[in-house]
């Protein structure tokens, strides 16, 4: 269907131009969801036997259906976690859209999957991971996580056979894709007690190795740096001690904080992920890449290709053995190059550019520490490790928060959501976008006096 008439050029026109408008804003409109009966109202019945053609489709979009959807990446977005890409790799997602490149097989996309490995490379070597080690770009760190996970579980059935009840060790701080892995491969999940400062630590580790009865056998353990909610990074080291003396896989999931791997202010932090089987990071939380991509790495390549490569008659011809397909190393078979735009900004900009970013978002976090602390009604509730600034304002409970939060939305000044921590219900801001300032920390916390 290679039909490029008149209209689809001036269509072709018309959303370089509105990427051109959007890339251009400065700061972005924040923008705020729209409820099901507005947006019926607004947008009313969009596909239709005769198609709406392609301008006034795009003008449905631009208009009505973009504005009620949040920008994930407006500097005062600071809620979950925000994503910031560079314009490089905003536009180059348009390139890879067009380019019809399969991504699953070195046979169909070797370019792509040539260069979206060098972009792996370089994260593999912040992590001081070996040069033998390698990976793929994954839809993101759920999928990540789970692919790494079920490697793990394949390597330990290798090793020790499977006459075991499969346990997976974590600490109460790793993320919901944890548990949610587990529940897919039907695992048990045994938590491990951590520090005063949220910290997993290899001792206890061992402690909830001995604690397995009979039939359980634990075949990973579940590091976290940093944590979604505070950014607390666990000890790394000690838990690569523990997983070498109790033979368990070590994953250590950097889904948001791995990108400070990049910050030599944050570097000795991680001290220890060199040691991981496996680990991943999201280059679209904190590297500056549009949604969606997870960089998934392993230490020895060939056990994730063990664990997931998919037989079928019609795909043999993919297997030469020299061959680095990407759908081998985790859930997937057809991919389109995500890592491309990724791969694109980093070349275009040099890595020096995503150093100095990450250390600029630390900064500011910093700085919005200082800031929460000298606000009369809020308190830092734990110092940022990496990005995340959590407090509390003074007084409030869970009904104040939710109102304020949804306040600060409809006035379109930031988007900031109450989380909880020990119970209690507080605030987080988590940066990763250069471009917030500690003046736009200020003016968010001007509302809350
Ligand atoms: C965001 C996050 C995930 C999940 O990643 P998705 O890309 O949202 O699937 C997993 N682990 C941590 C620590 C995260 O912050």
New binding site residues.
């Given amino acids: 269907m290679h039909i490029f008439d008149e209209e689809t050029q001036r269509i072709s026109d018309e959303i370089g131009a509105y990427v051109d408008l959007r890339l251009r804003m400065d700061p972005v409109a924040l923008d705020q969801p729209r409820t099901f009966a507005e947006l019926s109202e607004m947008a009313g019945q969009t596909i239709t036997a005769d198609g709406l053609g392609g301008s006034a489709a795009l003008k449905l979009f631009t208009d009505i259906l973009a504005p009620a959807c949040i920008s994930t990446d407006h500097p005062r977005y600071l809620a979950f976690?925000p994503t910031a890409p560079t314009e490089l790799s905003s536009l180059f997602d348009l390139v890879v859209g067009a380019s019809g490149i399969y991504g699953g097989s070195w046979l169909e996309g070797a370019g792509a999957v040539y260069a979206e490995n060098q972009a792996l490379a370089w994260i593999a070597a912040l992590a001081g991971f070996p040069a033998t080690s390698g990976g793929v770009f994954m839809q993101?760190?759920?999928?990540g996580?789970l692919s790494a996970l079920v490697t793990a579980r394949e390597s330990a059935r290798a090793k020790f056979g499977n006459e075991y009840r499969w346990v997976l060790l974590v600490s109460e701080n790793a993320?919901s894709?944890i548990a949610s892995a587990a529940r897919v491969m039907d695992v048990d999940i045994v938590q491990c007690a951590i520090d005063q400062s949220g910290r997993l630590l290899g001792s206890s580790v061992l402690d909830a190795v001995n604690s397995l009865s009979g039939k359980q056998k634990a075949f990973a353990v579940v590091a976290?740096s940093g944590?979604?909610n505070l950014g607390i990074i666990d000890d790394l080291a000690s838990i690569a001690d523990a997983a070498e003396a109790a033979e368990l896989w070590f994953h250590v999931?950097g889904?948001?904080g791995a990108a400070a791997l990049a910050a030599p202010s944050a570097r000795p932090l991680f001290n220890g992920i060199e040691r991981a089987d496996s680990f991943i990071v999201?280059p679209?939380?904190w590297f500056f890449a549009p949604f969606?991509a997870?960089a998934l790495l392993y230490r020895n390549p060939h056990l994730g290709k063990r664990a997931h490569t998919q037989e079928a008659g019609y795909l043999k011809s993919l297997q030469e053995p020299d061959a680095w397909n990407p759908s081998d190393f985790g859930i997937q078979l057809s991919r389109r190059p995500r890592g491309l735009p990724f791969w694109y900004s980093l070349a275009s900009h040099g890595t020096k550019k995503y150093v100095d970013a990450v250390e600029r978002t630390l900064e500011v976090a910093r700085d919005a520490a200082r800031l929460v602390g000298e606000c009369p009604v809020t308190e830092v509730v734990y110092p940022p490790a990496l990005s995340i600034v959590a407090f509390r304002r003074i007084g409030w409970g869970p009904e104040q928060y939710k109102k304020w939060s949804d306040q600060l939305l409809a006035d379109q000044i930031g988007f900031v959501t109450p989380s909880t921590h020990q119970g209690e219900t507080i605030l987080r801001f988590a940066i990763v976008n250069p471009r917030t300032t500690p003046e736009d920390i200020s003016t968010i916390l001007a509302t809350l006096a």
């Fill in positions: 976690i993101g760190g759920t999928v996580n993320h894709s976290t944590s979604t999931d889904a948001y999201d679209h939380k969606d997870c």
